[in-house]
């Protein structure tokens, strides 16, 4: 529904570009999937369709991956923000892929463990 999808050309703009020097290339439609259902039907319907579908997470990234350089779908996945499953014995963590840095530090605060920029291996589920 409404709150789940956009049109809005501020909204499209805002999830067309990222950190790059990329010129913005905006999706036709932002969704807010909130569970992995979502994504999966989500996915499943662009599939059919042959509509592309580019991810989009904090928009930090400096590749212009977030770019739609072919419209389609843009899957904001900010709200699927879980912490699932952390294990102090292994030093491993499951996230879904809203999860920031800052919120899995906060997480882990008073564990001894912390989660570093540009460390690699973070798991999703």
Do not use: Y
Not at 19 to 48: I, K, N, T, Y
Not at 73 to 98: K, N, Q, W
Request: aromatic share 4%; glycine share 12%; with cysteine.
């Amino acid at each position: 529904g409404a709150p789940n999808v956009s049109t809005a050309s501020a909204v499209r703009e805002q999830h067309g570009h990222d950190e790059s020097m990329h010129p913005c290339a905006p999706p036709d439609v932002v969704v807010w999937p909130q569970a992995v259902g979502q994504v999966q039907e989500l996915a499943a319907l662009c599939h059919r369709c042959r509509v592309p579908m580019v991810p989009f997470g904090t928009g930090t990234g400096l590749e212009g991956g977030v770019n739609a350089v072919q419209g389609g779908v843009c899957f904001d996945l900010s709200r699927m923000d879980a912490i699932a499953e952390l294990s102090l014995e292994d030093f491993s963590v499951t996230v879904e892929p809203g999860v920031t840095r800052k919120a899995l530090n906060k997480h882990l605060r008073g564990t001894g463990l912390w989660f570093p920029v540009g460390t690699v291996g973070m798991r999703g589920v």
